[in-house]
């Protein structure tokens, strides 16, 4: 089954003390990006990634880094958490980059992973 | 900065009513993504529209894009209880998605 995959869930931790979530899919694309859901604000993008070693930065990328070392892979990274990252945060893939061929591909996403940061 | 604006934020209509969902963005773009919400699920892609005057239908709902006028609209038509959800427009800014605060549609019997 085609799928982006997140882990974990759900997590309750501590400030400063580093998370990683992991992201994955099966469907060989290149595209990848992250996104934090808060309240009232809807999705916002914090990185995104062209393709394997290719990542940039999104609207808010203050205090996450992404690493893309394999096609399937796409790590959130939070070095030293605070309470105001606390969000919902969802990855999601599609085969090209948005304005590439394949003009029409929409992004799929994970399931979610609710961060509280205490 | 591209700002994208939905409106309204929350709608809430009776079964068998029509309702448009509008989404007005604030530069240029050709790309037009809008996506469903469930409560505690993940988003699910309705429509991508990709230039000026394209409309796309499925079931009861209809999406068109006015890149003239930079706006989307979200129509539904003879609302049912199943289309309750959250409803996002997004659009393309370079290889960035930028999304709406999301339109929370309830449809009441």
């Known amino acids: 089954e085609a799928q982006v995959t997140q882990n974990p869930r759900y997590l309750i931790t501590v400030t400063g003390k580093k998370l990683t979530v992991t992201c994955s899919q099966n469907?060989?694309?290149?595209?990848m990006s992250w996104y934090r859901q808060d309240p009232g604000l809807g999705l916002r993008q914090i990185y995104y990634?062209?393709?394997?070693?290719?990542?940039d930065k999104g609207d808010v990328p203050e205090g996450y880094k992404v690493s893309r070392k394999e096609k399937r892979n796409f790590p959130l990274i939070l070095e030293s958490p605070s309470p105001n990252q606390t969000s919902l945060y969802f990855c999601a893939s599609s085969l090209t980059p948005p304005p590439y061929r394949n003009r029409g591909q929409p992004q799929h996403f994970g399931d979610g992973t609710r961060l509280s940061i205490l | 900065e591209l700002k994208v604006e939905q409106n309204p934020l929350f709608l809430s209509m009776q079964e068998g009513k029509n309702y448009t969902i509008y989404c007005n963005y604030s530069?240029?773009?050709?790309?037009l993504y809008w996506y469903r919400q469930d409560p505690g699920k993940s988003l699910e892609s309705l429509f991508v529209?990709?230039?000026?005057?394209a409309v796309k239908q499925e079931g009861r709902l209809m999406a068109s894009l006015d890149t003239k006028a930079r706006l989307s609209t979200l129509h539904i038509t003879a609302a049912v209880h199943d289309l309750s959800a959250t409803y996002f427009c997004a659009v393309l800014r370079g290889y960035a998605l930028n999304f709406g605060k999301g339109t929370s549609l309830l449809v009441t019997p």
């Open positions: 469907m060989n694309h290149e595209y």
């Open positions: 990634s062209m393709n394997v070693e290719v990542t």
């Open positions: 530069t240029t773009s050709d790309r």
């Open positions: 529209l990709l230039s000026n005057g």
